[in-house]
């Protein structure tokens, strides 16, 4: 089974950036769709991006608003999913989670519903 371990969450001020990484291990790792979320306390869990791991071309989805500032890639020999995450705002900060739905895409949701299996989340938290 898929499992995922998240990094590089921290502080930062408004106007910086961040990569997360997402280790994915898995004997399938190019067979699924591994998307990032977000969840502020007292919010709902947010899509952030995701991408299919089998494609050669640039299979990547983004929830809306998120293309300008944020970008997920991908490092097939690291079998890692980076989120990198430009001009940080304080509305940024929240648990970062990664998930995967095995078996998924090419085609890959940016909302939650699909996605079984999840990290145990980074904190990001972006101070004015």
């Known amino acids: 089974q898929v499992q995922l371990t998240e990094s590089g969450g921290g502080s930062v001020q408004a106007g910086g950036s961040l990569r997360l990484s997402c280790r994915v291990s898995?004997?399938?790792?190019?067979?699924?769709?591994i998307a990032w979320f977000r969840q502020a306390p007292g919010k709902d869990r947010e899509g952030v991006a995701a991408?299919?791991?089998?494609?050669?071309?640039?299979?990547?989805y983004y929830a809306d608003s998120m293309k300008e500032r944020f970008k997920i890639s991908q490092d097939n020999a690291e079998n890692t999913i980076y989120l990198q995450m430009n001009d940080l705002k304080p509305e940024d900060s929240a648990m970062y989670y990664c998930?995967?739905?095995?078996?998924?895409?090419?085609?890959?949701?940016?909302?939650?519903?699909?996605?079984?299996?999840w990290g145990q989340g980074t904190q990001v938290t972006v101070s004015s």
């Open positions: 998930a995967a739905e095995e078996w998924g895409g090419p085609y890959c949701y940016t909302g939650p519903n699909p996605y079984a299996i």
């Open positions: 898995s004997q399938t790792y190019n067979r699924n769709c």
């Open positions: 991408i299919y791991t089998g494609g050669i071309d640039d299979n990547t």
